[in-house]
């Protein structure tokens, strides 16, 4: 059986191979409608760091698994027996075919410390292939002691500043599957397709005094309240994740660190306990204050969307002479992706003059 599991940091990228223990993958409540042809559906670009880079998702019945962000994203399809992993890294400077040939070496040094830890048998690799699509390809084979063959492929691309790497990989009872070559086909087709887009342009709000880089294919509705919302955004994918921005002009008195400015907060905190989603009716529970370096204050609660329970997590911070809020609201299962993308939002607020 077969699951997945990190071994190795190099260069950015947090390596994982399966290791022992098959991925759970939660079994279809209905069976899924025939899949139109191929020609007619159009392809669904996913974002990848801030939607700098954009690639085509894996159709049917590929889905993702486990957490992911906008620098990694893992896939899964058979019950675990078959894997792709899209990762990104920030890329220095240009490699030189020197510092190629290191950084494969350091991954197959990596991956035979793997091996010898679980006990597998190396069946082939890992060793470098010629790919001319590609900056570097690397394949590895080998054997667990339940008797499956891992095989997997790594594709390596540069885009200016970033690295790209997807890991195609399948888990067999024999060492010769027909699935292996189509997973690593995709994973090569998924890289060599994977584009380079226009970074997303800031919103400017005069009023707030603000701007603000909304998440990428995220709907923005603009209010520009000078005290009150800024703006909302809203996923198109999930009805109930919303992220809300406020600001409140901070009184002279109140703009340096002190008690008038801790009184100041904590009036602007309690009366967010009554704005969305919560309510008279449906009021903040369960609060909990978390460490954040980044902000005055951080707060998660619990609360209610349409009847439906909600994991809110608010940022405070300042921004010039503006108190400026980021609450979060999502499904409980949704809260950690959120407040990732909550937190990139956050770090885009800036003064609209700088």
Same mark, same amino acid.
């Not at 279809?28 to 760091?49: F, G, I, K």
């Not at 891992?150 to 010769?176: C, M, N, P, W």
């Given at each position: 059986m077969?699951k ?10 947090v ?7 098959? @991925?759970?993958v939660?079994?279809?409540?209905a069976?899924?409608?025939? #899949? ?22 894996p159709p ?18 058979d019950?675990?027996? %078959?894997?792709? &992993?899209?990762? /990104? ?23 035979? &410390?793997?091996?010898?830890t679980?006990?597998?048998?190396? !069946? ?11 900056w !570097? ?6 054997k667990?002691?339940?008797? &499956?063959?891992? =095989? ?5 691309? %540069?885009?200016? $500043?970033y !690295?790209?790497?997807? @890991? ?8 010769e599957?027909?699935?292996?070559? &189509?997973?690593?086909? !995709?994973?090569?087709? +998924? ?8 970074? /997303? ?15 990428v ?13 800024i %703006?909302?955004?809203?996923? #198109?994918?999930?009805? $109930?994740?919303?992220? $809300? ?5 901070i009184p002279? =008195? ?15 905190? =309690?009366d ?23 902000? +005055?204050?951080?707060i998660?609660?619990?609360?209610e /969307? ?6 809110? =997590? ?8 503006v108190? /400026? ?5 999502? *499904?409980?299962?949704? *809260? ?8 990139? +939002? ?9």
């Amino acid at each position: 059986m077969v699951k997945v599991r990190a071994i190795v940091t190099i260069m950015g990228f947090v390596l994982f191979i399966p290791s022992m223990g098959r @991925a759970a993958v939660a079994p279809a409540s209905a069976p899924a409608p025939a #899949p139109t042809p191929a020609s007619s559906q159009p392809a669904r670009l996913e974002p990848l760091v801030g939607g700098a880079l954009r690639y085509e998702a894996p159709p049917e019945p590929w889905k993702v698994y486990g957490e992911h962000s906008d620098r990694i994203v893992r896939y899964v399809r058979d019950e675990g027996r %078959a894997y792709l &992993e899209v990762a /990104v890294d920030d890329l220095a400077a240009q490699m030189n075919e020197t510092q190629k040939q290191s950084y494969g070496f350091r991954l197959g040094k990596a991956i035979k &410390e793997q091996v010898k830890t679980e006990n597998s048998e190396l !069946l082939y690799g890992p060793k470098v292939q010629k790919n001319e699509r590609f900056w !570097l390809t690397l394949r590895d084979t080998r054997k667990l002691p339940t008797g &499956e063959v891992v =095989d997997r492929v790594q594709v390596f691309r %540069a885009f200016g $500043i970033y !690295l790209a790497r997807v @890991a195609a990989t399948t888990v067999s009872k024999e060492r010769e599957d027909p699935l292996t070559k &189509e997973v690593h086909a !995709l994973g090569e087709d +998924l890289l060599d397709r994977m584009k380079v887009m226009r970074g /997303v342009r800031p919103t400017y709000f005069p009023r707030s005094q603000v701007k603000i880089v909304p998440p990428v294919d995220w709907k923005e509705t603009k209010v520009d309240q000078a005290n009150g919302v800024i %703006a909302t955004y809203g996923d #198109p994918r999930k009805a $109930i994740s919303k992220i $809300i921005v406020r600001s409140r002009v901070i009184p002279r =008195d109140a703009r340096t660190p002190g008690p008038k400015q801790e009184t100041f907060l904590a009036k602007a905190i =309690d009366d967010q306990r009554l704005t969305e989603p919560f309510s008279t009716a449906s009021t903040s529970r369960d609060e909990t204050q978390e460490s954040d370096p980044r902000t +005055l204050k951080r707060i998660k609660a619990t609360g209610e /969307v349409q009847g439906k329970p909600a994991a809110v =997590d608010t940022r405070y911070f300042i921004v010039s002479d503006v108190l /400026v809020s980021v609450r979060a609201v999502s *499904a409980p299962a949704d *809260a950690a992706s959120l407040a990732e993308i909550a937190a990139k +939002l956050m770090e885009s607020v800036t003064p609209l003059r700088d």
